[in-house]
């Protein structure tokens, strides 16, 4: 059964920074794109970053020059530093694969792969 597991999250005021963890239970990362989303209430989920198995990265523009996606495989774990938080980060933030995500026709908080770690940012 695929089991991800989120954890870095927290309370923060604006400027300030977080780093996410997600680790695999089940499987592994190694070869697998994977990327991190967010949903806010009320908000779409949103795609925030992606990095490919091959180390290529993506960034949403609301992201950019913010957040710094990586992976250590030999840890089997995803992150996503995060700077400069805005109160429009507030989110919850979940890890997927990327194509597993567009498969599964739910949005972020209806995957149930993982808890999601909550982000907030206050002003």
């Known amino acids: 059964q695929v089991q991800l597991v989120e954890s870095g999250g927290g309370s923060v005021q604006a400027g300030g920074s977080l780093n996410l963890s997600c680790r695999p239970s089940?499987?592994?990362?190694?070869?697998?794109?994977m990327a991190w989303y967010r949903q806010a209430p009320g908000h779409e989920c949103e795609l925030v970053a992606r990095i490919r198995a091959d180390g290529d990265v993506y960034y949403a523009d609301s992201v950019k020059g913010r957040f710094t996606i990586s992976r250590d495989n030999a840890k089997d774990t995803i992150y996503l530093q995060m700077v400069s938080l805005k109160p429009e980060d507030t989110a919850m933030y979940y890890c997927a694969s990327p194509d597993q995500a567009a498969r599964s026709g739910r949005t972020c908080n209806e995957w149930g792969w993982g808890q999601g770690t909550q982000v907030t940012v206050s002003s």
């Open positions: 089940g499987f592994t990362f190694d070869g697998i794109d």
